[in-house]
Structure formats: structure tokens, C-alpha cells
């Protein structure tokens, strides 16, 4: 599992409870008390703090420690009477898929328009701010246009 890959996960899962109980971001962030750009870093796997996680288990009706659970691997302890096969269906989530990185797309935009020498740069200037994974990404998706 990579570094990143729990956290990933955990925003699945979370993302997965919030529809299955029916709720609205702004409420989930407002009864756990903190900002919905909180929950948006959970929902697309940023780390918070532990504190933050425990609030979150709370409004998603999970049991204490379900967060660290899903960043390990597991599955989260449902409070109300769910069943096993329910929680068997998180636990068959993918723990190594990695969710798309929103910053791909918008990149790709701005280089749409700009010639090959100066994507290049670009691509170069982006190498600390952008994640390894995501400018793969990117110059894949930059190769495949050129070859297309």
C-alpha cells in the first residue's frame, strides 16, 4: 500500500457513507463542527488531524477509531444496526486505486492551447508542486495528443 493510498481510501468510504445515509456535505461539516473545505479534503483523500477524523465518525454514525480502521485497510464500525454484508462492501473497496487528482484536467486545459516548447516548461516548473503520479499523468495524457 502507498503512503498515500489510506487516506485516498478513507475519502471513498466516507464519500460512500454520506450517500448512503442520505446527508448534504454542509451538513455533515456543520454537526462535526468543522468547514466543508475539511470535508472536501477528506472526501479527496488529504490527511486531517485524528481530532477531525473523530468528529466525522460521529455524524457518519461509526464507531471510535472506524477512520484508522479504513486508513489501515479495514473497514469503519457502523453505531446502528447495519449488517455485515454492508460492512463487507467497504472492506472490498480498493485500497490501492488511487483517485484522480481534480488538478490533472485543469492543467491539461491551460497546455492545451500553448506549443510544444513552452508545455514543456511548464511541465518542467510543475515537477515540486504537482504530485509524481498526477504529472505522469499529465505527460501521458500530452503524448497521446501529439501522437493522436
Known amino acids: 500500500m502507498t503512503s498515500d493510498a489510506g487516506p485516498i481510501r478513507l475519502g471513498k468510504v466516507v464519500e460512500q457513507r454520506i450517500k448512503e445515509l442520505g446527508l448534504e456535505y454542509s451538513w455533515v461539516a456543520r ?49 446502528s444496526g447495519e449488517t455485515a454484508a454492508d460492512a463487507a462492501s467497504v472492506a472490498a473497496l ?16 491551460i497546455l492545451d492551447g500553448l506549443p510544444p516548447r513552452v508545455q514543456a516548461e511548464v511541465l518542467r516548473r510543475l515537477e515540486d508542486q504537482v504530485p509524481a503520479s498526477a504529472l505522469r ?12
Open 31 to 79: 454537526e462535526a463542527g468543522f468547514s466543508v473545505e475539511t470535508l472536501s479534503k477528506i472526501r479527496k483523500g488529504i490527511g486531517v488531524k485524528g481530532a477531525t477524523y473523530r468528529r466525522l465518525e460521529r455524524v457518519l454514525q461509526w464507531a471510535p477509531d472506524s477512520a484508522d480502521a479504513v486508513l489501515s485497510g479495514g473497514a469503519p464500525t457502523p453505531l
Open 94 to 109: 480498493p485500497v490501492d486505486e488511487p483517485a484522480p487528482d481534480p488538478r490533472v484536467d485543469a492543467i491539461m486545459t
Open 137 to 148: 499523468d499529465i505527460e501521458g495524457r500530452v503524448r497521446g495528443r501529439k501522437a493522436g
